[in-house]
C-alpha cells in the first residue's frame, strides 16, 4: 500500500503539469496563471512532500500509529479537493460575473513610458518600506505589503519591455538593473521568501503576458527556463542559510549567500514542502478524537485578520501556532513556531469532510476571480500586472495559514490595482497611452484564449498590433 500510495502521488503530481501545457497548447487556461502557481504550490507543499513519510512510515517531527492509513485518507482528501478546485475553477459561478464589475481602464501604456514607470515604482516602493514610519501597526503592515508589490510590479514592468527585445544589452541591463535594486530592497526589510517569490514571479509575468503567451509551448518553455534558473537558485541559496539570516544586514546577508549557501541543501529544502504533507497527516490522525474541530476558522479568520490585537484581546489563534504544542515537537520553541498545516490540514481540523468540500469550493472560485480580471485584458500591464504581483501569498496558499496568505494578497493586490488605476487616469487623461476599443477588451475568447480553446493560429496579439 505505501508504494502504490507514493505513484498515485507521483503521477497526480505529473498529470497536474501535463495538464498545464495542455490546456496552454489548447489555449484554454494561461501557462502563467494565477491557477498555475497555485497548483505548482500544491504540488511541493501537499502532493510530493507525502510520499517520503509514507513510504519511510517515519517523520522527523510527528508520531504516527499507522501512516498508510493517515497517507491512504490524504490521498482521498487531496483528490477530492483538486477535484472541486478544478470543478469550480472552471465553472466559475459568481466569480466571472463578479469580475466583470470590477473598475477597470481603458488606457493602455506606450512602452517607453513603462521605463519611467517601472523607475517610479522602484522609488515608491523605496518610500513604502524604508522611508515612512507609521505608528498604527495593522497600517504599517497593510503600507509594507501594498510597497513590495510595488517592487513587483516594477519588475513586471522591466520584463514587459525586456520579453519581446530579450537580447537587446540596452533593455536587458535595465530590466536587471530594476530587478536587483528591489531585491535588494526586500531583502533589506525582510528575509522571507515570499518576497523573492515574488520579484521573480512578477518579472516572469510581465515577459509572458507582454510576448511569451502568444508563442508556441516549444518556444516558451526555453524562455521560460532562461529566465527562471536564476531567481530560482538565488531561493535556494537563500534557503539554506535562512535561518542564520534573520537579524543580519543586508551586506551581511549577501555576503553569507554568496560564500557558505549550499544550493543541494537548498533545493532539498524547497522541494521538501517544509514538511507540509506529514503536518497533514498528523492532524487527520488527531481531529477529532484528540482535539475538538475549528469549525471552518480559515474562512473566519479570513475576515478577523485586520482587526488589531490590540482591539480584540481574545482574538484566536491560526491553526499554526497551535501545532507545536499540540503534537509536543521537541527541540523548538513551541510557543513561537508556526507550522503550515496544509489545505488538507486546514480541513481535518476544522470539521473534516464538508470542511474539505467548501474549502475547495471556495479556492477555486477566489483564484477563478483573479484570473478573470486577468482574461479579461492580458494585453494591458496596468491590469495585468497588479494581479501579478504578490505570487510568493499564492504560490504559499496550499502550505496553510491560508486565510494569512489570502488576505495578504488581496491586501497587496487591491492596493496596487487601485494605485495604478489612479495612475492610468492621470497619465491618460494627460494623453500618455492610447485607448482599446472598450468592446474587444471585454472579449477574451477574441484573444485566442476561452474555455473551449483555440487554435494557436487563430491568436489576436492586441499588445502588439
Known amino acids: 500500500m505505501p508504494t502504490l500510495l507514493a505513484i498515485y502521488l507521483s503521477l497526480l503530481s505529473l498529470s497536474i503539469l501535463v495538464l498545464m501545457i495542455v490546456q496552454f497548447v489548447r489555449r484554454q487556461v494561461e501557462l502563467l496563471s494565477i491557477r498555475n502557481f497555485f497548483l505548482l504550490g500544491l504540488i511541493v ?17 510527528y508520531s504516527l500509529q499507522n501512516w498508510t492509513s493517515a497517507g491512504f485518507q490524504f490521498s482521498v482528501m487531496a483528490s477530492i479537493f483538486l477535484a472541486l478546485f478544478f470543478l469550480f475553477y472552471r ?37 513604502g518600506r524604508v522611508g515612512v514610519e507609521i505608528p498604527n501597526n495593522t497600517v504599517s503592515a497593510l503600507f509594507g505589503k501594498v510597497a513590495l508589490a510595488f ?102 546577508r549577501v555576503s553569507q549567500l554568496t560564500n557558505t549557501s549550499n544550493l543541494d541543501e537548498g533545493f532539498l529544502d524547497l522541494l521538501s514542502g517544509q514538511n507540509c504533507a506529514p503536518t497533514s497527516m498528523w492532524l487527520i490522525d488527531n481531529y477529532p478524537e484528540r482535539f475538538e474541530y475549528r469549525h471552518l476558522m480559515t474562512i473566519k479568520y479570513f475576515f478577523m485578520l485586520p482587526i488589531p490585537r490590540a482591539i480584540w484581546h481574545e482574538k484566536p489563534e491560526p491553526l499554526s501556532t497551535e501545532i507545536a504544542s499540540k503534537a509536543r515537537i521537541q527541540g523548538v520553541r513551541q510557543d513561537e513556531l508556526k507550522i503550515g498545516p496544509g489545505v488538507v490540514g486546514h480541513a481535518a481540523a476544522e ?61 497587496a493586490v487591491l492596493g496596487a490595482y487601485l494605485s495604478i488605476l489612479v495612475i492610468a487616469k492621470v497619465l ?3 494623453g500618455l497611452g492610447r485607448v482599446e476599443d472598450e468592446v474587444i477588451g471585454h472579449a477574451p475568447a477574441e484573444d485566442g484564449y476561452s474555455e473551449d480553446g483555440a487554435d494557436a493560429d487563430e491568436y489576436a496579439d492586441a499588445a502588439h498590433a
Not at 45 to 58: M, R, Y
Not at 94 to 115: D, I, S, W, Y
Not at 155 to 169: E, K, S, V
Not at 220 to 230: D, M, Q, S, T
Open 351 to 411: 470539521g473534516g469532510w464538508y470542511a474539505l468540500v467548501i474549502y475547495g469550493v471556495v479556492a477555486g472560485l477566489f483564484i477563478r476571480f483573479f484570473d478573470e480580471l486577468v482574461r479579461l485584458k492580458p494585453w494591458n500591464p496596468y491590469i495585468v500586472l497588479p494581479i501579478g504581483s504578490a505570487m510568493g501569498q499564492v504560490v504559499g496558499l496550499p502550505r496553510g495559514d491560508a486565510a494569512v496568505f489570502g488576505a495578504n494578497y488581496v491586501a
Open 91 to 127: 465553472w466559475g459561478p459568481g466569480a466571472k460575473q463578479l469580475a466583470r464589475l470590477v473598475p477597470t481602464t481603458r488606457v493602455v501604456p506606450p512602452e517607453p513610458l513603462l521605463f519611467f514607470l517601472a523607475i517610479a515604482l522602484t522609488v515608491a516602493a523605496f518610500v
Open 151 to 252: 517592487a513587483a510590479m516594477a519588475c513586471g514592468m522591466a520584463g514587459w519591455i525586456w520579453a519581446p527585445r530579450l537580447f537587446n544589452p540596452i533593455i536587458a541591463i535595465f530590466a536587471a538593473g530594476i530587478v536587483v535594486v528591489n531585491l535588494g530592497l526586500v531583502l533589506s526589510e525582510t528575509f522571507g521568501r515570499r518576497p523573492l517569490v515574488a520579484i521573480g514571479a512578477a518579472l516572469l509575468w510581465g515577459m509572458y503576458y507582454s510576448y511569451w503567451r502568444n508563442l508556441k509551448f516549444t518556444q516558451v518553455a526555453p524562455r521560460l527556463a532562461l529566465i527562471a534558473i536564476p531567481p530560482v537558485v538565488l531561493l535556494a541559496a537563500f534557503t539554506s542559510v535562512r535561518e542564520s539570516q534573520q537579524r543580519l544586514a543586508l551586506g551581511q
Open 428 to 430: 491618460g487623461a494627460a
Open 45 to 61: 507543499f501537499q502532493l510530493t512532500s507525502a510520499i517520503p513519510p509514507i513510504v519511510t512510515q517515519t517523520n522527523n517531527r
